[in-house]
Antibody, heavy 125, light 107 residues
Framework: QVQLQQSGPGLVKPSQTLSLTCAIS??????????WNWIRQSPSRGLEWLGR?????????DYAVSVKSRITINPDTSKNQFSLQLNSVTPEDTAVYYC???????????????WGQGTLVTVSS | DIQMTQSPSSLSASVGDRVTITCRAS??????LNWYQQKPGKAPNLLIY???SLQSGVPSRFSGSGSGTDFTLTISSLQPEDFAVYYC?????????FGQGTRLAIK
């Protein structure tokens, strides 16, 4: 059974960096069929896909245009986890952040089949 | 980006009712369409993938249909635990986008 366990602070000051980690059990961050995603949810923006990392003989990343200049998603194979960093946050980045597995990614059956528990991140001084 | 539009935004129904929720894509997405259920304080839970395939462990009263731009999620006989918010999501192109949600409430 795949499980995704999120960790990270729930309060970030404006202009600082939001950092979250998603620990994977029951699968590998280096899976050649999965992609590992970050998605956020807020009342104003709904469910918003932010980006993903995946391994296909080498590591790839894709990011949403809306955050592309501020976001980094990194895999950590030694700990079987992946992370989200979002720089220069503003109150508009306040949301519940989720990690999620897409498997099998890049196929007609692509879907987010496992999700982390969610982390409410509030951007406030 | 592909826009996903759900209708209705909310509806009220009774236990035992048959309910249909519609999702429309702004361009053709073949059958690259998934449905999720979300309850308060929880992550979305996958119900249907590839427009009509039932995710393992999901009750058979849930079904999906459609292709191209128009899709439906049907709950054949509502159960008390089905009152929640439902989202569609397209996986046809990046960025993967979600509908705005349909809130299903008890009448």
């Amino acid at each position: 059974q795949v499980q995704l366990q999120q960790s990270g602070p729930g309060l970030v000051k404006p202009s600082q960096t939001l950092s979250l980690t998603c620990a994977i059990s029951g699968d590998s961050v280096s899976s050649k069929s999965a992609a590992w995603n970050w998605i956020r949810q807020s009342p104003s923006r709904g469910l918003e896909w932010l980006g993903r990392t995946y391994y296909r003989s080498k590591w790839y990343n894709d990011y949403a245009v809306s955050v592309k200049s501020r976001i980094t998603i990194n895999p950590d194979t030694s700990k079987n986890q992946f992370s989200l960093q979002l720089n220069s946050v503003t109150p508009e980045d306040t949301a519940v952040y989720y990690c999620a597995r897409d498997n099998p990614a890049f196929t007609s059956s692509s879907r987010f089949d496992y999700w982390g528990q969610g982390t409410l991140v509030t951007v406030s001084s | 980006d592909i826009q996903m539009t759900q209708s209705p935004s909310s509806l009220s129904a009774s236990v035992g009712d048959r309910v249909t929720i519609t999702c429309r894509a702004s361009q053709s997405i073949s059958t690259y369409l998934n449905w999720y259920q979300q309850k308060p304080g929880k992550a979305p839970n996958l119900l249907i993938y590839a427009a009509s395939s039932l995710q393992s462990g999901v009750p058979s009263r849930f079904s999906g249909s459609g292709s191209g731009t128009d899709f439906t999620l049907t709950i054949s006989s509502l159960q008390p635990e089905d009152f929640a918010v439902y989202y569609c999501q397209q996986s046809y192109s990046t960025p993967q986008t979600f509908g705005q949600g349909t809130r299903l409430a008890i009448k």
